[in-house]
């Protein structure tokens, strides 16, 4: 399955895990929503829920759920610092446009 | 497109919909800004990766505003224009920073708070702190991604209404969003999390840069209350590098060197503390103005003895917390450093062993305040689950009472009362015929009225004449949620009142609050003996005026040589009142008492046979 995270994302989320102190690992999905249609989903996991596709990408153990699968094939997430900010990042090649304020896109 | 923060399962946020909140640690000497992502608190650094921001602002010519290290590194060289520790002005009238002693900066009396004149104008402490907030509000936006939904601020425990209004419109100068204003103290349980337990105990031991606070909480089902508050205000990790800069002084000897040679030796002295805390010993290098280049060294054990006697005094406040708690050292289920100078082991080992308990060490002190103002910013802002909200119950920092004969104190709202509060209490006249009564509400630790704060007066008028002691008056004193207090007075017969409302901490500075507490602590001996000379003579004055009074109706039964020896015991106490010594007084009250039992006597004698006159025994017997 072609959804991988980068080291720096891989640290980041097992950073966070730890912090939390519980949890499976990160579900990653795409809902509908917003001005552009599809918008992320990036959560810490409990459980896992019937059908989820389960990996493990640099160590960490990554659910998705089969519906969004189809919209992430491909897709590398990263953790990037810009200026100050600093956060998660997804680079999904089935991504066709953005609305403009980024927050949601299309395939 | 921005950048994405972990969510809880099923709580990502709908896209344009993200609440940005921070907790911000507004503080003397530094100020933070944290918040949540990705479900943990973090501090947000600036472009050069630093979270702490010098709470310092210069104000240049033409309008130019510097902030944090900035204008830090400009105070040295234009000390009036730089403004420091603004925290302390918050709130206060120019007699109230007076007392701070010589500061460099030109101080305006303006209504309600001091203004400060510099380079760029007329400045309000009010705005100097929003220009604070503004840098950090800013750093939050650009490391967010975003505008704030809001703020939580943080005050100390001891801050009264009027300091927290003023930091509550700094922040909105700033153009902040306060969430609410939550207690440091409060904050620092909240960072670890303490508010999960079902209840307990905490002490949080805050030593800053130049204050110390200790505050007791007590958690139950989710609400935390302030048990009581102590501190020093003159004490802080600055001491300790005084007195590291001294050692070395006597050591090299050194005389008294300039204001910038001793803030190079300082500079070391700091540097070398905090290595210490890590190193079993340090060195630094030292090039005063005169050229001489000194080395520097001390070992950790050599700097634990030197300041063997700061740590103790963290201990004074930390005993009277607890005691106004009414709790023992190792009744307390947790203690929460707070403040870079709790980093110090002999610091760590001397609460350890104060309180029989490891303190909580693992967040970074320093951060400690603003992380839990983010969890609670977080929560605030709906990005937590629903319900979980925390109520602080406030407490009155210092007791109020009002003033009783003698200009002596009677405490009504003992401090540390949590509020609301109502207390009443019953007193009476002390002159027959007494028709009126001046109610005094003060505020303070102190015995005598002198010592406290006047906080408001007012008359009771219209009480029937009777004799004195007969009269039955209830002071009600009520502080309500907000900390206003209004008090009442009854007389109990007749049901006439009379009422005032008065703001109970207005114009109090934490200083002010702290020494005064400290005063009544120094003061205890001196004050029991004035409270002693006080009733002595509201005793002498009672019984002069009692004997004189039976002189007039009964003096017939005293013999001429009586009569003249009971005036001269009258006149020698009258003479003893005037001195000052309690005992002295005490002693001449019991002999004029002596003096007077067998005229006493006499007329009891009198009034009874009056009283029997014409009746039957068997009468006077069955009643």
Not at chain 2, 198 to 207: K, N, S
Not at chain 2, 500 to 509: A, F, H, R
Request: a negative charge; proline letters at 4%.
């Amino acid at each position: 399955m072609a959804v991988t995270l980068t080291d720096r994302a891989a640290d980041h989320v097992q950073r966070y895990i730890e912090k939390r102190g519980r949890g499976i690992g990160l579900r990653l999905g795409v809902r509908t929503t917003g001005c552009s249609g599809l918008a992320y989903k990036i959560e810490f996991a409990d459980e896992a829920q019937e059908g989820d596709l389960q990996f493990d990408s640099n160590g960490v153990h990554v659910l998705i759920d089969p519906k969004s699968l189809a919209y992430l094939d491909g897709t590398e997430l990263d953790f990037v610092r810009e200026g100050l900010n600093e956060g998660f990042k997804f680079h999904n090649p089935n991504e066709k446009d953005r609305c403009g304020c980024g927050e949601s896109f299309n395939v | 497109m921005p950048l994405l923060q972990i969510s809880e399962p099923g709580e990502t946020p709908e896209p344009h919909e993200r609440q940005l909140a921070v907790g911000i640690d507004l503080g003397t000497t530094h100020s933070l800004v944290a918040t949540v992502r990705s479900g943990s608190a973090e501090c947000l650094p600036d472009a050069q990766g630093r979270v702490l921001l010098p709470s310092v602002v210069r104000y240049g010519p033409g309008g130019a505003v510097a902030v944090g290290h900035e204008a830090l590194a400009m105070a040295a060289d234009d000390p009036s224009n730089t403004i420091a520790s603004v925290k302390r002005f918050m709130g206060r009238g120019v007699s109230d920073v007076a007392k701070y002693g010589a500061l460099p900066y030109r101080f305006v009396d303006a209504p309600g708070m001091v203004g400060i004149e510099t380079a760029a104008g007329l400045r309000s402490p009010v705005q100097v702190s929003a220009d604070i907030l503004r840098t950090l509000r800013a750093r939050a936006e650009q490391s967010l991604g975003g505008e704030l939904f809001g703020a939580v601020v943080t005050v100390p425990a001891y801050f009264d209404d009027s300091q927290r209004q003023a930091t509550k419109d700094a922040a909105r100068i700033a153009g902040l969003n306060v969430l609410r204003l939550l207690n440091e103290p409060t904050a620092a349980a909240i960072a670890y999390g303490l508010d999960n337990a079902a209840e307990g105990t905490f002490a949080i031991f805050d030593l800053g840069g130049g204050t110390f606070d200790l505050s007791i909480l007590k958690l139950t089902r989710g609400v935390f209350e302030v048990l009581s508050t102590s501190g020093d205000s003159a004490l802080g990790g600055d001491d300790f590098d005084q007195a590291i800069a001294r050692h070395w002084r006597k050591a090299h000897g050194l005389a008294d060197a300039s204001g910038r040679d001793t803030r190079r030796l300082l500079a070391a002295a700091r540097e070398v503390k905090e290595r210490l805390s890590g190193a079993q010993s340090a060195d630094a290098k030292v090039t005063f103005t005169w050229g001489q280049q000194l080395h520097l060294r001390l070992e950790r054990r050599e700097f634990e003895e030197i300041t063997a006697s700061l740590i103790q005094k963290t201990l004074v406040p930390t005993r009277k917390a607890l005691r106004d708690a009414g709790l023992a050292a190792t009744q307390v289920d947790g203690v929460v450093l707070v403040g870079g100078a709790t980093r110090m082991p002999h610091l760590q080992r001397a609460v350890a062993s104060f309180f029989q308990r490891e303190p909580l060490v693992n967040l970074d002190p320093e951060q400690v305040v603003a992380l839990g103002a983010a969890t609670q910013a977080n929560a605030l802002a709906g990005n937590r689950a629903a319900g979980d909200d925390w109520l602080l119950l406030d407490v009155i920092p210092l007791s109020l009472g009002l003033e009783t004969m003698g200009g002596l104190v009677e405490k009504v709202i003992p401090r540390n009362s949590t509020i609301p509060a109502a207390r009443a209490q019953e007193f009476t006249t002390f002159k027959d015929g007494q028709t009126a009564m001046a109610v005094h509400v003060v505020q303070g630790e102190r015995e005598l009225v002198a010592d406290c704060r006047s906080l408001a007066r007012f008359e009771l008028r219209g009480i029937p004449p009777m004799v004195a002691g007969a009269a039955r008056i209830a002071v009600t004193f009520q502080v309500d949620a907000d900390g206003l207090l209004s008090v009442s007075a009854r007389e109990k017969t007749t049901g006439v009142s009379s009422s005032v409302v008065v703001k109970p901490s207005y114009g109090l500075t934490d200083d002010e609050v702290a020494a005064m507490l400290r005063e009544g602590f120094d003061h205890a001996q001196a004050d029991r003996d004035a409270r002693a000379l006080a009733e002595q003579r509201v005793e002498a004055e009672a019984l002069i005026a009692a004997i004189g009074s039976a002189l007039e109706q009964d003096g017939d039964l005293l013999s001429p040589e009586e009569r003249a020896s009971l005036s001269a015991g009258i006149a020698s106490l009258e003479a003893a009142g005037k001195a000052t010594d309690h005992r002295a007084l005490k002693s001449a009250v019991e002999s004029l008492n002596r003096a007077s039992e067998a005229f006493a006597a006499r007329r009891m004698d009198r009034s009874v046979s009056q009283a029997l006159a014409g009746r039957r025994l068997d009468e006077v017997g069955s009643k």
